[in-house]
C-alpha cells in the first residue's frame, strides 16, 4: 500500500511540474481585447435604455434638478402653509359671528324698553321696563323679585355679569376655533406636506423624503449596473474566444493552455486530497508503531532470588 501511494505522488509530481508555465493573455493583447468588450457594451446599454425615459416613468420632470432648499427649509414651508390654510378655514370672523349670534343674550334692557321676562315657573310676562335696582325692577305696574327670573332674563339686568359671561363665552369659541384648525391642519397635512416636498424637488420612499435628483440618478446607475451583469459575461466570454482564446476558472489561456490546466484540476479531483492525507498518516503512525523499540525490563532489586519449591 505504501509503494503504490508513493508511485501515484512521485508521477503526479512530474505531471503538474511539467504544466506550470502559464501561457496567459500577453497584457497588450487583453487591453486590446477589453476595449473592444467596453465599446460594444457602450453601444448595447445606449440602444436598451435611455435615462430620459427612466425620469418619465418616475413622473420627473426633466431634466431633473436638485432641490430647491434642504429639508428642514421645507419643513418652515410646509408649518406655515398648513397654518395659513386653517386660518383661511376658520378665521377669527367664523369665532365673532358665533360671539355676535349671542350678543342678543347679553343685551342690557333700560326704563323704557318693552320686554318679556321669564319667571323660575316656565310663565312670563311683557311689558315696558320702568326701573331696576339690584333686588327688584318694575315692569309695567309689577314689581318684581329677581329671585323669581331666570339667570337668562337677570342677565339682560346686570351689565357686569353680561360683560363677564362675554368674555367667557368668547374664550369657549376661541379655544373651539384653534382645536378646529388644528383637527383641520392634521387633516390636510398629508397631501400639503407631499405637494410641497414633490414642488420643492423630493420625493417619498418608505417614509422618507429622497432628492430626486439623487433617487433619479441612484435607478439610472442600478438599471446600468443590471443590464451590465446581463451583457458583460456574454460580451467577453464573445471577443476572448474569437480571439482565440479560452476560459478556465475565470482567467483566459491558450486552448493548449487551458486544457492543462483542466487535466490538472481533473487530476486533483480524482486524487481526492483529503482522502490521500489521511492514508498517508495511517501509513506514518502504522510505520512509527511498527518501529518502535520494544521496552526493557525492570531492574531486579537485592536480596531478590527465585526459590524452589518447598518439598512437603
Known amino acids: 500500500m505504501q509503494n503504490k501511494l508513493i508511485s501515484k505522488i512521485f508521477k503526479v509530481s512530474l505531471l503538474v511540474g511539467s504544466m506550470t508555465i502559464y501561457a496567459e493573455v500577453p497584457p497588450d493583447k487583453k487591453l486590446q481585447i477589453d476595449n473592444a468588450i467596453q465599446a460594444e457594451l457602450e453601444s448595447a446599454l445606449g440602444e436598451l435604455y435611455d435615462p430620459k425615459e427612466i425620469g418619465m416613468m418616475l413622473g420627473f420632470e426633466l431634466p431633473v434638478k436638485p432641490p430647491a432648499n434642504p429639508k428642514d427649509i421645507v419643513e418652515e414651508i410646509v408649518g406655515k402653509e398648513l397654518d395659513r390654510q386653517a386660518k383661511e378655514r376658520y378665521p377669527k370672523a367664523w369665532m365673532y359671528e358665533r360671539l355676535d349670534k349671542q350678543l342678543a343674550d ?15 315657573n316656565g310663565k312670563t310676562f311683557t311689558d315696558v321696563l320702568r326701573s331696576n335696582s339690584p333686588e327688584y325692577i318694575t315692569l309695567g305696574p309689577k314689581r318684581i323679585n329677581k329671585k323669581d327670573l331666570t339667570e337668562a332674563t337677570k342677565l339682560h339686568l346686570n351689565p357686569a355679569k353680561a360683560r363677564q359671561v362675554y368674555r367667557s363665552t ?7 376655533m384653534l382645536a378646529l384648525r388644528a383637527q383641520y391642519r392634521d387633516e390636510i397635512s398629508l397631501g400639503v406636506t407631499r405637494q410641497i416636498y414633490s414642488k420643492q424637488g423630493y420625493i417619498r420612499i418608505n417614509n422618507v423624503w429622497y432628492s430626486k435628483k439623487d433617487y433619479y440618478e441612484k435607478r439610472v446607475k442600478l438599471t446600468r449596473k443590471r ?6 459575461p456574454v460580451l467577453t466570454y464573445k471577443h476572448f474566444y474569437q480571439a ?8 483566459w489561456f491558450t486552448p493548449e493552455e487551458a486544457n492543462r490546466l483542466r487535466n490538472i484540476d481533473r487530476i486533483e479531483s480524482e486524487l481526492q486530497p483529503a482522502r490521500f492525507i489521511a ?3 495511517t501509513l506514518n503512525s502504522e510505520f512509527l508503531i511498527g518501529n518502535a523499540a520494544p521496552a526493557a525490563p525492570a531492574p531486579k532489586q537485592q536480596g531478590d532470588s ?5 518439598q512437603g
Open 279 to 281: 492514508e498517508m498518516d
Open 306 to 310: 527465585e526459590s524452589e519449591p518447598e
Open 227 to 232: 443590464l451590465e451583469g446581463y451583457l458583460l
Open 106 to 120: 347679553y343685551k342690557q334692557w333700560k326704563p323704557g324698553d318693552k320686554v318679556t321676562v321669564e319667571y323660575t
Open 244 to 251: 482565440g482564446y479560452r476560459e478556465f476558472k475565470g482567467e
Open 170 to 176: 368668547g374664550a369657549k369659541l376661541e379655544k373651539e
